[in-house]
């Protein structure tokens, strides 16, 4: 018998980038992603700015997913939103969209986490891909989460260890700020470190919990040394710069792998996924690639277009709840706070 055609539109609207996404059967079809360069000037995101151009972005980027698609809005079967985490304002714009498309073409309304999906993208269906076996690890690791879950299931997913103050994606921005570096930053910290030396600048790692984070006290360390150097010789930043980022990444990415080394210890499991827009980072995408060789672990890396926010990983989650028959009704409400496990 022939699969019944799903086709499920995806939006994303949780923080600064407006996102829709078409999936087939657990394919992607679309995944179309509109910037906002607004922020950049502010050196970071400003809430209110944000829902101001989700407004003005969200139906020509949904129009342009369904048409890149090459299907028609009367084909599809639901529509999944992002319910929360995220910006009030910005979550608000994508849930009312969200709620008068699906009212208006009668069809279901899928509301989606955020975190849950930045994990579930391991699911979308792509040539060649590993999809993890339950029960597995995933540290997720954003600009707002650092976290390792366990999953046993699509939906069913247990904290282990978090920050107990800053996410990891902060701690990169914010180290990117001390050196004057532009907004969003980590990914520049990610650019010089390939050129600089590792061990460089020896920054101490915080005493905390096994599978507990805390970068706080890290940020204030990097303030300090690059005050205390900038005084000594105020091009310090300029002419070391390379070895400055490639010293705070191979710190941050030593604190995040330590902490997946203590899971693997505590659980036994040794299949380990990233998620989360710090996925991205190509140090620890070469740490899980070598931890696969010199402990055993089978690692789980996402493709870089479903590791920071996208609608794909929106709509592979709504596909695995529309196969549960799992929808929203209709007074289903946006949420600023919402835990990975909610």
């Known amino acids: 018998m022939k699969q019944k055609d799903i086709y499920i539109l995806g ?61 028609t809005k009367e084909q599809l079967s639901a529509i999944a ?40 993208a391991h699911f979308i269906k792509e040539e060649n891909a590993k999809i993890p076996p339950f029960p597995f690890i995933c540290l997720t690791i954003s600009g707002g989460h650092t976290q390792i879950v366990k999953i046993e299931n699509y939906f069913d997913m247990e904290v282990l260890g978090e920050t107990i103050d800053d996410a990891v994606g902060e701690a990169f921005d914010k180290s990117a700020k001390i050196l004057g570096l532009p907004y969003p930053g980590g990914p520049l910290i990610d650019k010089y470190a390939q050129q600089g030396n590792p061990k460089a600048y020896p920054f101490t790692q915080p005493k905390v919990g096994d599978l507990e984070f805390s970068f706080s006290g890290l ?36 604190i995040l792998v330590k902490k997946l080394k203590n899971t693997v210890k505590q659980t036994g ?29 089978t690692t789980y890396i996402p493709k870089f277009e479903y590791t ?35």
């Open 81 to 120: 939103f992002t319910r929360g985490p995220g910006l009030m304002g910005s979550l608000l714009v994508g849930t009312s969209f969200a709620k008068s498309l699906a009212v208006g073409l009668n069809i279901p309304l899928i509301d989606v986490n955020h975190m849950q999906a930045h994990i579930l």
């Open 11 to 71: 939006i994303e609207s949780s923080c600064d980038d407006t996102s829709a996404a078409i999936i087939h059967n657990g394919k992607v079809l679309s995944n179309i992603i509109a910037n906002q360069e607004v922020h950049a000037k502010y050196g970071g995101v400003v809430p209110e700015l944000a829902s101001r151009a989700h407004q003005q972005n969200i139906v020509p980027v949904v129009q342009q997913a369904i048409e890149r698609a090459g299907i």
């Open 269 to 297: 499991i040794k299949h380990i996924a990233i998620a989360g827009g710090v996925s991205a980072n190509s140090e620890i995408r070469k740490r899980l690639i070598t931890a696969e060789k010199h402990w055993g672990w």
């Open 308 to 342: 920071t926010d996208n609608a794909a990983m929106i709509a592979i989650a709504g596909y695995l709840k529309y196969l549960d028959n799992d929808y929203s009704d209709i007074s289903v409400a946006a949420k600023a706070r919402l835990k990975v496990t909610e």
């Open 219 to 254: 940020k204030t360390q990097i303030l300090y040394f690059i005050q205390k150097n900038v005084k000594e010789n105020p091009n310090f930043i300029t002419e070391n710069l390379n070895d400055i980022c490639a010293s705070i990444q191979h710190t941050i990415v030593e």
